[in-house]
């Protein structure tokens, strides 16, 4: 049987909040992946500068007098090698301002993405800290290796739960309107011999509108939604089933509209 929650342990918060912080240690164990990411994306730009320069001299080089038809042939693979730069540039734009997001107010990035005052978040980090907190995975075994979840998925305190895969949203417990599991594919093998494969993954919706997406088991899924439901009764699980491909959004609406109301 799936073994979903585990106690918190002082051992366990020494290794992994060595400065008492959980968005400390959580977004900082990002950061080293995404800076191997910087780095590529500079060795891929290089590397398309260098296309460009290249495409331009051996333009030059071999020039027959068409002036025409050598314009065209250097602008059509030019263009493409712009378009794959201004690609790359963006890139790396976006996830430099994400470390910088890391490395900067934690706090005021959670504050946020949370839609909590900073002293709901610190009383969250100090509850993260209590022997009462509770550790979730939801998968394991080949499972986890696939996804790019960390060690573990979450945390569960007396008034928040917490996903790693969301590094700066904390939910209150109270504020738990629906949690389900809904079904999705993806493709594996080489083309054209590419068989579809479904998955699960865990879905939560918060009253103030946050929604978590979390990889799950279908045995851990329903214990969990279980789990959760015995703590708020109020909480749609959907009936415990599992929502088709492409039907969460409609859900989302549902569960909005009747929070409104």
């Given amino acids: 049987m799936t073994n979903v929650f585990k106690p ?3 051992d366990y918060m020494r290794k992994r909040f060595p400065k008492n912080s959980v968005f400390y240690s959580m977004v900082r164990s990002r950061v080293p992946t995404d800076i191997a990411g910087i780095l590529f994306l500079l060795v891929m730009l290089a590397g398309l500068g260098y296309v460009f320069a290249f495409v331009i ?15 065209l042939a ?11 730069i201004i690609l790359v540039l963006f890139s790396i734009f976006v996830v430099t301002k994400r470390v910088k997001t890391y490395l900067g107010n934690y706090f005021e990035q959670a504050e946020k993405e949370s839609k909590l005052p900073q002293s709901e978040l610190e009383r969250f ?9 509770q550790i979730f995975r939801l998968t394991s075994g080949l499972d986890r290796v696939l ?19 969301d590094p700066f949203v904390v939910i209150r417990m109270e504020d738990i309107c629906a949690c389900c599991m809904d079904e999705y ?23 103030n509108g946050i929604t978590v997406r979390c990889h799950c088991s279908k ?10 439901a015995e703590r708020n009764s109020k909480i ?26």
């Fill in 185 to 207: 594919s993806y493709y594996v093998g080489k083309f054209p011999h590419q068989k579809k494969v479904y998955n699960v993954a865990f879905r939560l919706i918060a009253s």
């Fill in 236 to 261: 749609d699980t959907n009936d415990g089933h599992i929502l088709p491909e492409g039907e969460f959004d409609t859900y989302y609406k549902r569960i909005m509209e009747a929070v409104t109301v």
């Fill in 74 to 84: 250097v602008g059509i693979i030019n263009g493409i090698v712009a378009i794959l």
């Fill in 8 to 10: 918190m342990t002082d």
């Fill in 57 to 71: 001299q051996k333009a030059i080089a071999s020039f027959d007098g068409d002036m025409k038809n050598t314009l």
């Fill in 219 to 228: 045995e851990a899924g329903s214990m969990f939604i279980q789990a959760l």
């Fill in 147 to 165: 996804t790019t979840d960390i060690k573990e998925d979450g945390f569960i305190t007396r008034d928040y739960i917490y996903f790693t895969s």
């Fill in 125 to 133: 980090e100090q509850q993260v800290m209590s022997p009462d907190c």
